[in-house]
């Protein structure tokens, strides 16, 4: 089986800065290994669908982003430790979601449990 745990998220003001983490554990990463996965972050807001936060291919050479984030978050992966992250600054109040870690493949699509972010202004 595969656990993705998301870490990092909390309670910040805005302007501030938060560093997400999730980390990838699981048998299956012995025959598909994490450099195997793009690695994503996505987030919902209350009352809205999720949105594709934050994407980096597998072996981390390419990233992209939501226009929302961009210049103000940065994703970024270590593949040896089969962990993502995701670098929030200059948070603002509309950032406040609960963030979601994803890893897809061809094969397999995988979801962490949610971490919570709120921002306050």
């Known amino acids: 089986q595969v656990q993705l745990v998301e870490s990092g998220g909390g309670l910040v003001q805005a302007g501030g800065s938060l560093r997400l983490s999730c980390a990838a554990s699981?048998?299956?990463?012995?025959?598909?290994?994490?450099?195997?996965?793009?690695a994503s972050w996505y987030r919902q807001a209350p009352g809205k669908e999720r949105e594709l936060v934050a994407t980096?291919?597998?072996?981390?050479?390419?990233?992209n982003y939501a226009d929302a984030v961009k210049g103000r978050f940065t994703i970024s992966r270590d593949n040896a430790k089969k962990t993502a992250y995701l670098q929030m600054d200059s948070l603002k109040a509309e950032d406040t979601a609960v963030y979601y870690c994803?890893?897809?493949?061809?094969?397999?699509?995988?979801w962490g449990q949610g971490t919570q972010i709120t921002v306050s202004s």
């Open positions: 980096i291919t597998r072996a981390g050479g390419t990233t």
């Open positions: 699981g048998s299956t990463f012995s025959t598909m290994p994490f450099s195997t996965y793009a």
């Open positions: 994803n890893l897809r493949n061809y094969r397999n699509d995988y």
